[in-house]
């Protein structure tokens, strides 16, 4: 018996329950017929032409990205704009699109918590507290096992997904105790962390404007690139994928590279 659409979709929920998705998201199945049968299924961070044409000369059946496409309404799908582009290209040859976004960041077993089981923190809970009826917040904020140096702890998750030009605000040969994550662009998350005591708060980026309050608050804000913070947890989804699915042939995009490179 083939494995279909929904099947996979069913199962990406559990992982990454769609309750758990900020309001403005757009998540769930985006693109396909949940009654088509899968076989090739393929995750990436974020749909690119390079992704779309990895997708359709891998005649995949299924992309899981992380960032969704589309992500605002669209009222018309063509070839004038890059988004249309992309979608026309995928819908014209059978291609189904899945996003969890910021459900996958906050799960329990999602982005933010794999950064917070990296450093073994103890008492981790959230940074932003979750919605009414919902067990799980935005972001992770815990307890290190023991007082460490800042740069010490930046270096560890810069080495984990090989991240290249991380920068940092504030003090950093410091010793912290209390550690949080913001993976993606979590520069919104600073005040938040400082009314929970997080001395470091590990994100992919962050505005100027958001950089100065970190300043301003004494807090050491680590920022080691959007890609880097989220992509490895792509490839950890589909390694997952594959052991629950092991009828299908499932890979993170070997096309997709981080778009922001330093100039030395």
């Known amino acids: ?44 961070l974020t749909v690119t032409p390079s992704v779309v044409t990895e997708a359709v000369e891998s005649n995949v059946d299924l992309v899981v990205t992380h960032h969704p496409v589309p992500f605002r309404p669209l009222s018309k799908i063509t070839t004038d704009s890059l988004t249309g582009e992309m979608l026309w290209r995928l819908i014209r040859s ?3 699109v899945y996003s969890a976004h910021t459900a996958f960041d906050s ?26 009826g919902h067990e799980l917040g935005a972001g992770r904020v815990g307890v290190l096992p023991a007082p460490t140096v ?18 940092y605000v504030g003090p950093i040969d410091r010793t912290v105790s209390r550690v949080g994550f913001a993976c993606g662009s ?23 404007h958001q950089c100065l309050e970190a300043e301003s608050f004494g807090m050491t ?16 989804l589909a390694t997952q994928l594959g052991a629950h699915f092991p009828e299908l042939n499932v890979w993170a995009s070997r096309n997709e590279t981080n778009p922001v490179h330093p100039l030395g």
């Open 107 to 132: 799960a329990g077993d999602g982005i933010n918590q794999s950064w917070a089981k990296l450093l073994h923190l103890t008492s981790v809970g959230p940074i932003i507290d979750p919605e009414p």
């Open 150 to 167: 800042a740069r010490e702890v930046i270096e560890r998750c810069v080495s984990h997904v090989n991240a290249v030009g991380p920068r």
């Open 1 to 44: 018996m083939s494995t279909s659409l929904q099947d996979v979709c069913q199962h990406l929920a559990l992982i990454a329950p769609l309750a758990l998705a900020e309001s403005w998201d757009n998540v769930g199945l985006l693109v396909g017929d949940r009654a088509s049968a899968v076989q090739n299924v393929m995750t990436c």
């Open 221 to 236: 804000l680590a920022l080691i690139g959007h890609y880097y913070s989220e992509r490895f947890a792509m490839e950890r």
């Open 186 to 208: 979590g520069g919104s998350f600073v005040a938040k962390a400082h009314r929970r005591r997080c001395e470091l708060l590990i994100t992919g980026e962050a505005t100027f």
């Open 94 to 96: 059978g291609v189904a």
